[in-house]
């Protein structure tokens, strides 16, 4: 009986070694708008394929910036974030699209948390990033590759007015379309979230351009209604009144009817982005992590349209 007393204990804690499993890294997503986003979804599937089979602690949480678009509603839902992130205390914060950058990423400058950005549209000094901090990956339209796809579609188009909603994705993607030397003449760069205003301009465009750039056109709002219309919707009503060629910047407006586009798929950003926090999980501090800039574009052409 005093050798089972002696060795009980001993069996009990050699057990114990052998069964404790490491305990998990933390990691907190906040994305940008919905779950039934095509775009989270697709970054989404990019985290998944990186973070498969790693001993982690995730927990996402949802903005909803593209259905509530008020600054109130993205200081209400970023101080929840916060709240959250506070209590979770991650090893690394990853942030998806420029609202969470906006509302959410800045609260952490120079500050001890981690923190990756993905999806950002404008520059990334405009969040005065990157610090010693944060690093992140950029989403840089692929503006020239569009403007190829258009031209090999329909060779006579030179003259191209562009539309968007008013966001911070789409002032990103404004303030750089600016700035580039594309083969086509820019007739209007137009961002508002105004339905009317696009039904409008869409109209007068027909006898004026040779093609429409459609950017987002997820915050448009019918009247005075403080939600977001369906995009779907939008599309309908732009594929049924315009009868010139759609450029888009995104997969879901050829999904939704659009002509065509060239696009940086989303599952890159989230593949991307996963691969900068596993490096961090490592142990190397952003300040020596590069941001980076996936050059890898998508064409996709809607086959009904261009029988249309």
Same mark, same amino acid.
């Given at each position: 009986m005093k050798k089972i007393a002696v060795f009980l204990p001993m069996l009990i804690a050699a057990s114990m070694i052998l069964t404790a499993q490491p305990v998990p890294k933390k990691v907190f997503i906040v994305f940008s708008y919905h779950p039934e986003f095509s775009w989270d979804i697709?970054?989404?599937?990019? %985290?998944?394929?990186?973070?498969?089979?790693? =001993?982690?602690?995730?927990?996402?949480?949802?903005?909803?910036?593209?259905?509530?678009?008020? &600054?109130?509603?993205?200081?209400?839902?970023?101080?929840?974030?916060?709240?959250?992130?506070?209590?979770?205390?991650?090893?690394?914060?990853l942030v998806f699209d420029d609202n969470a950058c906006e509302w959410v990423a800045k609260h952490y400058v120079g500050s001890p948390q981690s923190v990756?950005? /993905?999806?950002?549209?404008?520059? &990334?000094?405009?969040?005065g990033f990157p610090t010693a901090n944060i690093t992140g990956v950029v989403e840089h339209i692929p503006f020239k590759a569009m403007v190829d796809l258009v031209q090999e579609l329909v060779p $006579?188009?030179?003259?191209?007015?562009?539309?968007?909603?008013?966001?911070?994705?789409? /002032? *990103?993607?404004?303030?750089?379309?600016?700035?580039?030397?594309?083969?086509i003449e820019i007739f209007d760069v137009v961002a508002t979230n105004d339905f009317n205003t696009w039904k409008?301009?869409?109209? /007068?465009?027909?006898?004026?351009?040779?093609?429409? *750039? %459609?950017?987002?056109?997820?915050?448009?709002?019918? *009247?005075?209604?403080?939600?977001?219309?369906? &995009?779907?919707?939008?599309?309908?009503?732009? $594929?049924?009144? =315009?009868?010139?060629?759609? %450029?888009?910047?995104?997969?879901?407006?050829?999904?939704? *009817?659009?002509?065509?586009?060239?696009?940086? &798929?989303?599952?890159?950003?989230?593949r991307a982005a996963a691969k900068l926090v596993l490096k961090i999980l490592d142990g190397i501090s952003p300040a020596d992590l590069k941001i980076v800039d996936p050059q890898e574009s998508v064409r996709i052409v809607n086959m009904t349209r261009a029988k249309q």
């Open positions: 697709d970054e989404n599937m990019g %985290i998944n394929e990186i973070f498969d089979g790693r =001993n982690l602690d995730l927990e996402r949480f949802y903005m909803d910036t593209k259905n509530k678009t008020s &600054p109130e509603w993205k200081q209400s839902i970023a101080e929840k974030a916060i709240a959250r992130i506070s209590e979770f205390q991650p090893d690394v914060l990756v950005f /993905a999806g950002m549209n404008y520059e &990334p000094a405009h969040y $006579t188009v030179n003259k191209v007015a562009f539309i968007s909603d008013d966001s911070p994705t789409s /002032a *990103g993607i404004d303030e750089r379309l600016e700035a580039l030397d594309l083969p409008s301009k869409i109209t /007068a465009w027909q006898n004026q351009v040779d093609a429409i *750039g %459609i950017f987002n056109y997820n915050t448009l709002k019918d *009247g005075q209604s403080a939600v977001s219309m369906p &995009p779907a919707s939008v599309m309908q009503w732009i $594929t049924e009144n =315009n009868k010139l060629p759609e %450029i888009a910047s995104f997969d879901f407006a050829v999904k939704d *009817g659009a002509l065509c586009s060239a696009y940086k &798929p989303g599952v890159e950003q989230g």
